[in-house]
């Protein structure tokens, strides 16, 4: 959960906080604060807005045709607390019908109502549809590929004008020489990419599909687009109805955002990690368009867009599907590899991060999610880790502009809970903490602190000590607790990181001997 500047004072009002002191000087309209009496009181002292009538809702979820049941994150639940994650009975609606905005019944007689799909997860009736378009479109090509056979005429023509009367026929076209209808490409590639009919960019440069993921606590809408044919509108570049032609399709990532400051932020952010001694393991940034032009009137003008390479899956969402089973062996290197990669190039640049969670690495060129799942050892591999997210990376010996509880170290938290967030100093050590957090969650298959807890409170605590004993591998546990102390001072450098025993001794991380 990220926690914004306008979110963060309705955390200090709700500690009793004075909101003079707070992180932001007055709570955004819409915030709810403690002196909203009608709100209640969630586990980590943030008010919440009271149920909804209707079912349960499920977010982030995924179906399980072998099982028929839907797993995710469960709101507006009578007896289940916000953000638990539950796994249903089995489906009794047909699996075929299963889509986002529906109400779905289990055998048990339970409703609950689905909301977006998890990062990657297959949704069953849009599958069903894009199999029905497909079967129709190859029936339709079939049918335009065969050519009319012309009778010969009824009347006998002379012999002697035989030979005048017969004219050569044209060569007949190739099955694939055969073009799809304009018209027909273009409903193929509708229901083939899940188009929107929406663009972006400069001559309606992106498409974009699906539906946008919401910047957690921010204004910024993640968006699935990918680059359209010049020659074609609204047909994805390299696309021509077939299913060898789909991977050659470029698809690409869009964050669109009203707010300027931030995205300026951005880019000039990923400019700067990039270009340095260090460039890190970021995604690449592709194009930065401010006020960019699109067929939506609510974005056209509107909205600046940062288009960057496009990933499969995050590594929470990894291990979400994995159902708590942690990364191993070579896999769980290869992540922590890369975050280390990433923090080196941005404490290179006189940076820090401040926002490193397992959330903001996605796995690049990687299509094998099923089979990253079921890797238990962790002999694939993860190759294609790539760090996303920059807008919130500060300056070093300066204070943040928003942060993530979990990922906060404990001399923040002090501060948090003394008022004095906005005045924290910012040094390396954090995004150390944040590092090894991280890592365990990797390692662990879950995270430190459990869902709905004040982590704030807890790290502050007289009794709170760090265990990292289910960390199974005894090198990466001494690193996790390396990066773990309570003291900032002890914690290591990114080079101490990179250089620890763990990745040393196996020529298999960033360094081989």
């Keep these: 959960m ?109 409703k609950y109502k689905l909301s977006n799909a998890a990062w990657g997860a297959p949704i069953p009736a849009v599958a069903e549809a894009k199999k029905k378009e497909m079967e129709a479109a190859v029936a339709a090509k ?72 919401q910047s957690s606590g921010r204004q910024a809408k993640i968006w699935e687009a990918y680059e359209s044919d010049p020659n074609q509108p609204g047909i994805p570049s390299g696309y021509d109805g077939t299913n060898a032609s789909i991977s050659k399709v470029k698809r690409v990532t869009i964050k669109l955002s009203p707010d300027v400051d931030r995205m300026r932020l951005e880019e000039a952010n990923y400019n700067k990690v990039q270009s340095g001694l260090f460039s890190g393991r970021f995604v690449s940034k592709i194009e930065y368009t401010p006020g960019v032009p699109s067929s939506d009137r609510n ?32 896999a769980l290197r290869d992540a922590a590899a890369s975050a ?5 190039a941005v404490h290179s640049s006189n940076l820090v991060w401040t926002d490193l969670k397992t959330e903001n690495f996605i796995v690049i060129g990687n299509n094998n ?48 809970l003394a008022g004095e967030a906005r005045e924290f100093v910012l040094d390396y050590s954090y995004d150390m903490w944040s590092l090894g957090m991280m890592l365990f969650e990797l390692s662990t298959g879950s995270p430190y602190f459990k869902k709905g807890s004040n982590v704030a409170k807890t790290v502050c605590a007289d009794e709170f000590t760090v265990d990292v004993s289910s960390v199974p591998d005894a090198k990466l546990r001494d690193l996790i607790e390396n990066c773990l102390s309570m003291d900032p001072r002890k914690r290591p450098d990114i080079t101490g990181f990179l250089l620890h025993p763990y990745f040393i001794t196996t020529g298999i991380g960033p360094w081989t001997f």
């Design 2 to 110: 990220r926690v914004s500047e306008a979110v963060l004072t309705a955390v200090l009002s709700a500690v009793c906080i004075h909101s003079a002191s707070a992180f932001a000087p007055t709570p955004a309209a819409g915030i709810i604060t403690s002196s909203s009496p009608r709100h209640r009181q969630t586990d980590n002292n943030i008010y919440c807005p009271p149920l909804q009538a209707g079912p349960p809702i499920i977010s982030s979820w995924r179906y399980e045709s072998s099982k028929g049941v839907i797993s995710g994150v469960v709101s507006n639940h009578p007896t289940i607390s916000d953000g638990e994650r539950i796994t249903t009975s089995p489906i009794k609606s047909d699996p075929s019908n299963i889509n986002e905005n529906l109400v779905v019944q289990t055998k048990s007689g339970s």
């Design 142 to 213: 079939k049918k335009a590929q065969k050519q009319p056979v012309s009778k010969a005429p009824s009347r006998q023509i002379q012999p002697a004008a035989a030979a005048a009367a017969v004219k050569p026929k044209p060569a007949a076209a190739k099955p694939s020489d055969q073009k799809i209808a304009p018209a027909q490409l273009l409903k193929l590639a509708k229901s083939t990419f899940s188009l929107t009919g929406a663009t972006v960019g400069k001559n309606g440069k992106y498409l974009l599909a699906g539906k946008p993921q």
């Design 299 to 330: 974005v056209d003008g509107k909205c600046t867009a940062l288009v960057i390479e496009a990933g499969e899956y995050d590594l929470k969402a990894l291990l979400s599907a994995r159902k708590g089973m942690p990364l191993r062996e070579r």
């Design 340 to 344: 280390g990669q990433c923090i080196q």
């Design 369 to 416: 999610l099923n089979e990253e799942v079921n890797d238990v050892n962790g002999k694939m591999g993860l190759p294609g880790v790539k760090g996303i997210d920059l807008e919130s990376v500060i300056p070093v010996r300066n204070n943040p502009i928003d942060y993530t509880p979990e990922a906060a170290p404990p001399e923040f938290a002090r501060a948090l």
